[in-house]
């Protein structure tokens, strides 16, 4: 198993459980034995996916060692609802495991969502897929804004707008990410096209041929030079499509796409002329390219 540190996220999982509940800390609660029969799923689960062999890993682990870390559960009635541990419990439940060590908290549903994002965020990642799922469902069910989504689960903010743009993709793309054979950087490069009702077909071209992301992105500028240069004379300037071969050209473009986390058209109109075209999504995305490139200088609008 690969040793890879975990990654940091805001306050941590530990801390979230423990200010939601009024603990100091996990320790501030009696680890009690409870059957894991009377154990109910996490309805805010965003994981549906568990990797065969991780899983298998576990299993083995708690087999040699035991439970190192209880899980998390909040009481429903007479049985219990899982915070918490999800992956730890399957592993328990597949070697024959009757009870579990188990943390009880009293939670709502918010935190119960939030814990189940930092969580498998910080253990196991989760794909792009589920985890803007989780996103959007913050902000759906709780109105919580993209800010307060991105301080919970300790990101920023425009890593949580950019990630909720793949859920836009179509259904047969997102099952693609989702499953592991496309990327989130094929996703995101998916989103550079110019027509919608190519997506679907490139993105099935990208997981024959096993594009790279920047070959994918080459692939989406070459299609969407075409469909400049194939637009009636009198729309806009689609002079772009002579210079996507410059190298040059390519790396101012590439730059801005790593800085503002969308997709960028450098278009070249005459000697020295042209102009840039930056691309937005919607009105929190616009303001967060905006805030880029003004660095605060921006008045309210």
């Known amino acids: 198993m690969s040793a890879e540190k975990p990654r940091r996220l805001g306050r941590g999982l530990e801390a979230l459980i423990a200010s939601a509940s009024g603990a100091t800390s996990l320790a501030d609660s009696d680890v009690q ?123 920023d903010r425009t890593t949580v707008t950019n990630l909720l743009r793949v859920l836009s993709l179509p259904e047969a793309v997102q099952q693609m990410v989702e499953q592991g054979a496309l990327s989130t950087g094929h996703a995101r490069a998916l989103l550079a096209l110019d027509v919608a009702a190519s997506v679907v077909e490139i993105a099935g071209e990208a997981v024959t041929r096993g594009f790279t992301v920047r070959q994918l992105e080459q692939r989406v500028r070459e299609l969407n030079g075409k469909m400049s240069q194939a637009k009636p004379s009198g729309s806009r300037a689609p002079a772009s499509a002579s210079v996507a071969a410059d190298p040059g050209i390519r790396r101012i473009e590439d730059d801005l796409r790593r800085y503002l986390q969308t997709d960028v058209r450098v278009l070249v109109t005459g000697e020295a002329k042209g102009r840039v075209e930056i691309a937005f999504y919607n009105t929190d995305d616009l303001e967060r390219v905006l805030e880029l490139i003004l660095q605060g200088r921006n008045s309210d609008f």
Not at 77 to 87: H, P, T, V, Y
């Open 33 to 155: 034995r409870i059957p894991v029969s009377r154990i109910r799923p996490n309805p805010f689960q965003p994981r549906r996916q568990f990797n065969a062999a991780d899983l298998g890993e576990l299993q083995a682990s708690l087999a040699a060692s035991g439970l190192l870390q209880p899980i998390t559960v909040r009481r429903r009635g007479d049985a219990f609802e899982l915070i918490a541990g999800e992956r730890r419990l399957r592993a328990a439940i597949n070697i024959g495991w009757t009870e579990i060590s188990a943390i009880i908290r009293d939670f709502d549903d918010q935190a119960m969502l939030v814990l189940a994002l930092v969580e498998n965020l910080q253990r196991s990642d989760l794909n792009a897929i589920e985890e803007a799922r989780g996103y959007r469902r913050l902000i759906n069910d709780f109105k919580l804004t993209q800010q307060q989504v991105a301080e919970a689960v300790g990101k």
